[in-house]
C-alpha cells in the first residue's frame, strides 16, 4: 500500500472506530435502560415493523450511493439525479405503506400495529433527504465529520427513547428513538456537507449508474429479507413476545459486529477502488484488510458470546434470559459478518455486483427453505440453520475473489485461522476457570480479563503483524 493509502485507510479506519464505537456505547447504554424499561412486546411490536422500513430504505436508496463510490468521477449532476429520486422514491413508498398500515396490523393481529407503523415509516421520508449527502461523505472518505454526527444523533435519540419509555409510551419510545436519530443525521449531514442539491430535476445522470446500482438493489432486498425475515415470521409463526426475544439478541449482536463493519464500511470501498487496476496491488491490500478484520472481529464476537449469560442478567436482568442462546449462536455468524463486508467491497470496486447479488438471492431462497424445514424443532435450531448457511457463503465468495484477484483457499485460511485458533483458545480457557466462580459479577469480569491477556499474550509471542501495527499506530496518535 502506497503511504498516503496507507495513512488514508488508517485514519478512516480510526475514526471508524472510533465514531462506531461511540455509537455503540450509546447503544449499550441507552438499549440497558430501554430493556429494563419495556417488555419483550414493546420490542416485538417495533421487531416486526423493521422488515419493512428495512426494505422500503433499500428502494429509496437503490444502490446510488455505493454507485457513486465506485464512480470515477463524481459530478454535482449525479448527486442532484440521486437526491430528487430519492425524495419522489421515499414520498410514494411512504404513502403506499400508510394505506397498508390495517394490513400488517391485521396479518399479526395487533391493531396497535395501524398508528405504530404509520409513525415509524416516517423514518423513510427522513432519510431520503441526506442519501445524496451520505454518498457525498462516503466517496470523500469524510470519515470524522460523519462520525461525529451520528454520535450526536444517537445520544439525542438514546434519550429521547428513554425519557419517553421512563413515562410510560412503551414501544412509542422505541420508534421515536429511531426516528430521531435519522432526522438528525439527515439535518447533519445537511448543514456540514458542501454539496447542496438545485431545483433543475434531472435523472439522465441515474442510467450510467443504473446498470450498477440495480445489482445492488436486487441484493440489498435479498439482504434485508435474510436479516428480518426471523422477526418478521416469529411474530406470526409464535408470538409478539418471542419476536421481542429474537430481536433483543439480534440487537445486541448486531451492536457488536457493528463496531468493525462500521470502520470498514467507511473505508473498504474507496480504498479498494484505488487499487483495482493493479491486481498484486489490490490482493495485498484485500489481504492485509482481512487480517485486520480477523484480528479485531474474532475476539470480540465470540468473547461477547462466551459472556452472554452474565451479561443479559447484569445489565437488563432475567426477565431476557430466553435471548441468551440465541445472542450465543447469532455471536459465531456475527465474528464472520465484517468478512462478508470485505468481499462485498471488493466486489463493487471491481464493479462486479452481480456476484453478490446472484449470492445473495441463492442464501435468501435456501434461507427460507431452512426456516420452513426447522421451524417444527423450534427458533434454535431455525437460527443456527441461519448462521451454517451464512458461513458456507463465505466460502463461496473466496472461489470468487481467488479468481478476480487471486486470493487462494490457502491463503484465506492463513489470513484468518491464526486469529480464530488464538480467540478460541483464550475464550475456551477464560470460560473453564469461570466455571468454577458462582458470583456472577467476578465470572464476568474473570472471562474478559483472562481472555484478553490470553489473546493479547499470543499476538505478542507469536509476532502478529497486525498487533505490532495496530499497536504503534494507536501510540502514535496518542502521543499526537
Given at each position: ?14 475514526w471508524?472506530g472510533?465514531?462506531n ?16 424499561l ?128 421512563w ?19 439527515t ?44 422477526s ?9 413476545k ?13 451492536m ?17 477502488r484505488e ?58 455468524w ?11 467491497g471488493l ?6 455486483p ?31 440453520s ?7 457463503n ?16 490457502i ?15 483464550s ?15 467476578i465470572s ?10 490470553i ?26
Open positions: 500500500m502506497g503511504k498516503s493509502l496507507k495513512e488514508k485507510t488508517a485514519s478512516g479506519l480510526l471508524g472510533i465514531g464505537g461511540m455509537m455503540q456505547v450509546a447503544s449499550f447504554v441507552f438499549g440497558i435502560f430501554l430493556s429494563r419495556l417488555s419483550p412486546e414493546d420490542y416485538g411490536m417495533v421487531g416486526v415493523l423493521t422488515i419493512f422500513t428495512a426494505i422500503a430504505g433499500m428502494f429509496v436508496e437503490a444502490g446510488f450511493i455505493t454507485a457513486i463510490v465506485n464512480k470515477k468521477e463524481a459530478t454535482s449532476r449525479d448527486y442532484n439525479a440521486v437526491f430528487w429520486f430519492s425524495l419522489f422514491m421515499g414520498v410514494g413508498i411512504y404513502l403506499i405503506l400508510f394505506f397498508c398500515a390495517p394490513l400488517i396490523a391485521r396479518f399479526y393481529d395487533k391493531p396497535e400495529l395501524t398508528p405504530l407503523s404509520r409513525y415509524l415509516f416516517l423514518s423513510i421520508i427522513f432519510s431520503c433527504l441526506g442519501i445524496s449527502a451520505h454518498a457525498h461523505y462516503m466517496r470523500n472518505m469524510k470519515v470524522k465529520e460523519r462520525s461525529i454526527i451520528q454520535i450526536v444523533a444517537i445520544f439525542s435519540a438514546g434519550i429521547v427513547g428513554v425519557v419517553l419509555a413515562f410510560g409510551f412503551g414501544y412509542w419510545g422505541i420508534a421515536s428513538q429511531t426516528l430521531v436519530y435519522i432526522l438528525l443525521s439535518i447533519g449531514v445537511w448543514i456540514l456537507c458542501p454539496w447542496k442539491p438545485s431545483l433543475k430535476i434531472d435523472f439522465i445522470p441515474l442510467k450510467d449508474m443504473f446498470s450498477f446500482s440495480s445489482k445492488l438493489l436486487v441484493t440489498t432486498f435479498f439482504i434485508h429479507v435474510n436479516n428480518n425475515v426471523f418478521m415470521l416469529l411474530g406470526r409463526l409464535f408470538s409478539i418471542q419476536a421481542g426475544y429474537y430481536s433483543q439478541a439480534n440487537k445486541w449482536t448486531v457488536g459486529y457493528s463496531i468493525i463493519s462500521g470502520m470498514l464500511n467507511s473505508v473498504v470501498q474507496p480504498v479498494l487499487s483495482r487496476d493493479d491486481r498484486e496491488r489490490l490482493l495485498k491490500v484485500f489481504r492485509k484488510m482481512l487480517r485486520f478484520t480477523a484480528f479485531v472481529s474474532f475476539p470480540l464476537m465470540l468473547g461477547l458470546g462466551a459472556i452472554a449469560e452474565e451479561f443479559i442478567v447484569i445489565t437488563i436482568t432475567d426477565k431476557w434470559m430466553d435471548s441468551v442462546v440465541l445472542i450465543k449462536i447469532l455471536c459465531v456475527g465474528a464472520f459478518y465484517p468478512v462478508q463486508v470485505l468481499f462485498t466486489f463493487n470496486s471491481l464493479s462486479k452481480q456476484i453478490y447479488m446472484w449470492n445473495t438471492m441463492a442464501m435468501g431462497i435456501l434461507q427460507i427453505v431452512c426456516l420452513v424445514l426447522a421451524f417444527p424443532y423450534g427458533i434454535n435450531v431455525m437460527v443456527i441461519f448462521v451454517v448457511l451464512n458461513l458456507l463465505i466460502l463461496f465468495f473466496r472461489l470468487y475473489a481467488g479468481k478476480y484477484i487471486g486470493l487462494t483457499f491463503d484465506f485460511m492463513l489470513d484468518i485461522l491464526p486469529f480464530l485458533l488464538a480467540t478460541l483458545l475464550v475456551g480457557v477464560a470460560v473453564y476457570i469461570a466455571d468454577a466462580i458462582s458470583n456472577i459479577y464476568l469480569l474473570t472471562k474478559i480479563v483472562v481472555a484478553v491477556a489473546y493479547v499474550s499470543i499476538m505478542y509471542v507469536t509476532r502478529s503483524v497486525i498487533f505490532r501495527e495496530v499497536v504503534s499506530f494507536l501510540f502514535k496518535h496518542q502521543l499526537k
